[in-house]
């Protein structure tokens, strides 16, 4: 099976309304990395942890390698953050350029 | 943030026919990847390079494939020869040590 599930798949918000994604790793994971792919397909990084907490504006990610899950929280949502948002962790048995394993990523609308 | 630049942004071409997908990656960073996405959805690895060199490779890294970054030039991904299947987006993404960056992507079409 997939070894990072993310959920939801899809989301709806209105503007100034907040939510949270997630994804669960079925293998240990030693760091994760969160994008946001617009509208004309580029990937934005959002955030890179190893551990713990980070936020940036009205972002926020955890990551729980014990646990296995990381979390990106969304507060004030403003239309441009309409997207696709996608988790991607490394595997710890890899290397030191260790391949990104994808979600199936979470498609974000915030309305007016 | 870091840029990752790919060149171009779109390619069609005719199956059978090779085609050579390029990528200026950060100037300092040290590991190259190629990903693949189909239609906007899951991102998967295709391979990974290092001092020259392949590190890792995935089942979608077929055969027909092949990357190089001859003397330190854009870092390209070679595929000959091109079947329907390998219509997708892809995506170059480069790292100094862990955290990667992308860029915009390649559309390949293959007819």
């Known amino acids: 099976g997939d070894q990072v599930e993310q959920s939801p798949s899809a989301l709806s918000l209105h503007e100034g309304t907040g939510s949270a994604l997630r994804c669960n790793f079925t293998?240990?994971?030693?760091?994760v990395q969160w994008f946001q792919q617009n509208s004309r397909g580029s990937l934005i990084n959002l955030f890179y942890l190893a551990s713990g907490t980070k936020e940036n504006g009205r972002l926020k990610s955890t990551f729980n390698s014990k646990e296995s899950y990381s979390t990106l929280h969304i507060r004030d949502a403003q239309l441009e953050d309409s997207g696709t948002y996608f988790c991607?962790?490394?595997?710890?048995?890899?290397?030191?350029?260790?391949?990104?394993?994808f979600g199936k990523g979470t498609k974000l609308s915030v309305k007016s | 943030g870091p840029k990752v630049l790919q060149i171009p942004s779109h390619q069609i071409i005719d199956m059978g026919q090779m085609v050579t997908l390029n990528c200026d990656p950060v100037?300092?960073?040290?590991?190259f990847y190629w990903y693949k996405q189909i239609l906007g959805q899951q991102m998967e690895f295709l391979v990974n390079?290092?001092?020259?060199?392949?590190?890792?490779k995935s089942k979608l890294f077929k055969d027909q494939f092949s990357v190089e970054r001859p003397d330190g030039s854009y870092f390209t991904l070679k595929i000959q020869p091109t079947a329907l299947e390998d219509s997708a987006v892809y995506f170059c993404?480069?790292?100094?040590?862990?955290?990667?960056?992308f860029g915009p992507g390649t559309r390949l079409t293959v007819l």
């Open positions: 993404a480069s790292s100094y040590y862990a955290e990667q960056f």
């Open positions: 293998t240990t994971m030693r760091a």
């Open positions: 100037s300092n960073h040290l590991y």
């Open positions: 390079f290092y001092n020259g060199k392949v590190m890792e």
């Open positions: 991607a962790a490394e595997a710890n048995s890899g290397g030191s350029n260790a391949k990104l394993t």
